[in-house]
């Protein structure tokens, strides 16, 4: 059996006496969707950014790819191969989708290539083009990314999420406020992702998680509740009670 990609282990964090996140261990299967859920405040986005680096954790520890990373900065798990998307879209509205995924991809450049014209950076350039036909984006790559749809703006940011190739890509909810259609579409292209790129999601879509997830882990006020494959997590009293609302 491969090690997983990322062990989470007794990660905690307070406010004041507030345990955002409290004891949680699990972990996330290298190629596998690993979905997080719970009611709105279990601590699911703050169990991100301590993965993630933008906190630190007060107790626990973070592994990643089997490298100790507990409490590293952003730019440190970045090279270490974590990719993440926010809640909030965060795009830059005034350039095109070209731009920012161009953007996105110049960290694959060596440093000293930087400051070069854009048309040098061949693998910056090689990688933005992909990821337009990946993400069915060409036809819209001169458009400005604030005139997009929610549905498209949504699926670039998954893109850019994706630009610098990384082992582990982070979602928060990257359904949030999308149509049926639009929700339905992401659902198959993040099972795609799933089989080439390790995944950890944040999802409200209970739906789209029971069609996606290898395994899911369940939380509520702070601590994991529950965590399994989808349907034995599911069928648990306890996840029904505190996040079905029935017994």
Not at 53 to 67: C, E, K, L, T, W
Not at 184 to 210: F, K, P, W
Not at 221 to 226: D, H, I, P, S, T
Request: a neutral charge; hydrophobic letters at 45%; glycine letters at 10%.
């Amino acid at each position: 059996m491969n090690a997983p990609i990322l062990e989470v282990l007794g990660l905690g964090i307070a406010f004041g006496g507030l345990r955002a996140v409290d004891d949680v261990t699990f972990v996330a299967g290298r190629h596998q969707v690993t979905t997080v859920i719970g009611p709105n405040g279990a601590g699911k986005s703050t169990l991100f950014n301590l993965i993630s680096g933008a906190m630190r954790p007060r107790s626990g520890r973070v592994v990643f790819d089997g490298v100790p990373c507990t409490g590293a900065p952003p730019h440190r798990m970045r090279a270490l191969g974590l990719g993440r998307s926010f809640q909030i879209t965060s795009l830059y509205p005034d350039l095109t989708v070209f731009e920012n995924l161009r953007l996105a991809t110049e960290i694959l450049e060596p440093a000293g290539r930087w400051f070069l014209p854009v048309r040098r950076s061949r693998l910056a350039l090689e990688r933005a083009d992909a990821l337009l036909r990946r993400f069915e984006l060409t036809e819209r790559a001169g458009s400005l990314a604030g005139a997009l749809s929610h549905g498209e703006q949504r699926r670039m940011e998954v893109a850019m999420a994706l630009a610098a190739d990384p082992k582990l890509l982070l979602l928060d909810e990257p359904t949030q406020g999308m149509s049926h259609g639009d929700t339905q579409e992401t659902a198959e292209l993040i099972g795609r992702l799933g089989r080439e790129v390790s995944v950890l999601l944040i999802e409200h879509d209970i739906g789209l998680v029971m069609q996606i997830s290898d395994h899911v882990v369940v939380m509520h006020q702070g601590r994991k509740l529950a965590e399994g494959p989808p349907d034995a997590v599911r069928a648990d009293p306890a996840v029904q009670a505190a996040y079905f609302g029935h017994a």
